[in-house]
């Protein structure tokens, strides 16, 4: 009886370190699997865009909008700098208007002229992380004559970063991370998908505007017009089915 006794519990030793043996490593499995998940799927950029916008897209206006101002454009180039108040005002003219959006699209162009641009468009997108994105988009173009030549451009772009209230040490770590050459890049995909040779290039539902109508006067006229096209096109299929319905 007590070699029996001295057994039974020999094998329910043996039985209770399988199991916590099994336990601790399905915890671990668990724990792993849940880190590699997280870093997959970095923390989409929503500061920038309206309820329901694409993930990490610069928009502004409303999500289902019929008319689509879509604008390619590099932190260097000086048309860009030029044209850039001119996009401002069409998107501030427009706001509130349900028929309207604004897509600012990164397209560095590969250049020597223009070596900081990929990064300062990585710029662009750490301070979106931080809700910042069109603070520091106007800061780069109003200020490009100031920082294109200068060696310690990062300097000043930590100084517009810290007078935007930012945390300039997350800002100066997200420059330089995966998530905003993510960004850059896929702009850059869709610039070269739709045939983009130069900057700025801009495209009103996916027509391009010629670079002598990028004024304000012209880019009106083209908006309404494309925005009075929509409205009579619904208004056309609108009578149709209520005709039906008589």
Known sequence: MPLLIIGLVFVAAIIGAIYLYNSGSGSGTTSTASSNSTAARPTPNMANAPAGAPVGVNMLGSQTAAVTVEEFADYQCGGCAAVHPVMKELASAYAGNRNFRFIYRHYPLAIPAHDKSYEASAATEAAGLQGKFWQMQDQLFRNQAAWTANPNYRQIWSEYASNLGMD????????????????????????????????????????????????????????????????????SNAAPAANANQ
């Open 168 to 235: 300039v040490q997350r800002f100066q770590a997200d420059i330089a991370g995966i998530q905003t050459k993510n960004r850059v890049d896929a702009d850059i995909q869709r610039g070269r998908a739709l045939g983009v040779s130069s900057t700025p290039t801009v495209f009103v539902n996916g027509k391009p505007v010629p670079f002598s109508e990028l004024n304000i006067a012209s880019l009106r006229r083209i908006v309404d017009a494309e925005i009075a096209s929509v409205a009579s096109a619904q208004q």
